[in-house]
């Protein structure tokens, strides 16, 4: 398999035996800014990582020839691999799995189907490590160079920097830091900290203190008060430096002056909620337009659970004029005014055609086609997709990464249709063929979006698609309405809170 890579500073190593899953990681990747080299197999990965040397690694865990667990050992084996981070993609969230991926040398794990907004999060962090923990590598190295190499580095680093003995006397100091605290025209060498900049001594003298002993100190925004008096802002680390025979020598401190940066994420912050206010007065317009008077709720039954005002999930309904019934379940990625917005561009099509008598596959095709062109790279949508014929003897699905799709007969589950498409808003390409089985009188459909199977309880443990089931058949044979089901997650969730839309549609046949 052939290898593009990219001019970008930021170079991803993506492997996966599955073509279109490949495709679409690299197609994702490439859109957010990134090079991308591209391998089928554990061991064709191992070869183009010591070949290219990316920056990152994202391998498949069940790949042929070589899988990822052994793929990664490899690659941090290997000269260049020990500080690239990888991430391993499994198909479930598995306690094995997740130890073997963090046993083999992974940093990360994501499990299939992906989130890409989560995905692109984990790489943004993943990244931002590498390149600080190559600064602090290289700080560090620079610490504990001979004296004078040291002097010359202090004297010209261009951000504040002060390095002390045990009794917090001064060694070192860069010109900015005596720029930064007024201590230009004094001599500071060999002078108590303390003595030069008096406020707050205990503050200090107990941070520094938890230095000598072992510790790394650092605050983001910390209010100090200079010599004359005005408060200013700072960002500081305050860890110890340690002598050729490995014992502590004293502190180094790094300061940042933040306090323009503080005044302006102030102004931002006034803005920010200004803009807040006028968000919600256009979600809460979306939202009254999503609600379409089209709905046609015959022979359904379902229940909608948001987390949000506008949420990310959509249940839409309608028959064509020659009988056949379209129904279709979206998730969209996150929620908000992204996900209102979406929802109702694909109800404006899903509900226009419908009423052309238009077969649901072309619709199907259409809402892809609309998103992958109207929405940006990190926002799609998971769906289902149901056509129901006139008779009510044929049910043809087109599952696009919702879990399955569920026909119940007599109480009892008769098929299970699981995702075999991309979700929509990801390739502009056909969506695959639908799956088609036969009805009888009597049964019953369910699809829902996974807020329902991916809820956790107090431990972390996933409700899952197999206690979904066990509910639906339960409610079934009870007779019981389709709030047995949100009882029951509740329960489970035992008082934490929703973390994901919830939509469960029932269809009588």
């Given at each position: 398999m052939s290898a593009l890579h990219?001019?970008?500073?930021?170079?991803?190593l993506v492997a996966d035996d599955d073509e279109y899953m490949l495709d679409a990681m690299t197609h994702y990747l490439k859109q957010a800014?990134?090079?991308v080299i591209k391998a089928g197999n554990g061991k064709e990965s191992v070869d183009l990582f010591i070949e290219h040397e990316p920056s990152l690694v994202l391998l498949d865990a069940d790949m042929p020839i070589m899988d990822g667990f052994h793929a990664c050992r490899l690659v941090?084996?290997?000269a260049n691999g020990k500080d690239v981070p990888v991430v391993l993609v499994t198909g479930l969230e598995d306690e094995d799995l997740v130890n073997r991926a963090f046993e083999s040398g992974a940093q990360e794990y994501i499990t299939k189907p992906i989130n890409w907004a989560v995905l692109h999060?984990?790489?943004?962090?993943?990244?931002?490590q590498q390149k600080n923990l190559h600064i602090i590598h290289e700080h560090l190295k620079i610490i504990r160079e001979r004296d004078e190499r040291i002097k010359l580095f202090m004297h010209k680093a261009p951000v504040a920097i002060a390095m002390f003995d045990e009794q917090m006397r001064y060694l070192h100091a860069s010109q900015k830091w005596l720029d930064d605290f007024?201590?230009?025209?004094q001599s500071v060498i060999h002078q108590c900290h303390y003595d030069l900049l008096p406020n707050d001594i205990k503050y200090w003298r107990d941070i520094?203190?938890?230095?000598?002993?072992?510790?790394?100190?650092?605050?983001?925004?910390?209010?100090i008060e200079d010599r004359n008096g005005r408060v200013q802002w700072y960002r500081w680390e305050a860890f110890p430096w340690q002598k050729e025979d490995g014992k502590t020598g004293g502190v180094m401190m790094f300061t940042e002056n933040i306090t323009q940066q503080k005044e302006l994420e102030d102004e931002i912050?006034?803005?920010?909620?200004?803009?807040?206010?006028?968000?919600e007065i256009i979600e809460e317009i979306i939202v009254r337009m999503r609600t379409n008077e089209e709905f046609d709720s015959r022979s359904l039954h379902f229940l909608q659970s948001p987390v949000e005002h506008t949420t990310g999930d959509l249940l839409l309904s309608a028959f064509r004029s020659d009988g056949s019934q379209h129904v279709f379940l979206g998730d969209f990625t996150g929620h908000g005014l992204p996900a209102a917005v979406g929802g109702a561009l694909v109800a404006d099509i899903f509900y226009s055609m419908t009423e052309q008598n238009i077969p649901l596959a072309e619709i199907v095709n259409e809402i892809n086609a609309m998103l992958t062109k109207k929405t940006p790279v990190n926002m799609f949508m998971a769906a289902g997709s149901l056509e129901i014929s006139l008779d009510r003897r044929m049910l043809t699905v087109w599952n696009c990464t919702i879990p399955d799709i569920l026909v119940f007969r007599k109480g009892r589950l008769l098929h299970r249709l699981g995702s075999k498409c991309f979700p929509l808003g990801v390739l502009n390409r056909p969506v695959c063929s639908g799956q088609t089985v036969d009805l009888q009188p009597g049964d019953r459909i369910f699809a829902f979006t996974d807020g329902w199977v991916e809820e956790r309880d107090a431990e972390g443990n996933m409700f899952g698609q197999e206690k979904m089931e066990k509910l639906l058949s339960q409610m079934i044979n009870r007779n019981e309405s389709l709030e047995m089901l949100e009882n029951a997650l509740r329960g489970y969730r035992a008082g934490k809170g929703q973390s994901d839309d919830m939509t469960v549609v029932g269809i009588e046949c």
């Open positions: 990219s001019a970008c500073p930021d170079t991803i800014g990134y090079g941090k084996e290997s999060q984990r790489i943004r962090l993943l990244l931002r007024g201590l230009v025209h520094h203190q938890r230095c000598l002993n072992g510790a790394w100190e650092r605050h983001d925004a910390d209010p912050k006034k803005h920010r909620d200004h803009l807040s206010c006028e968000r």
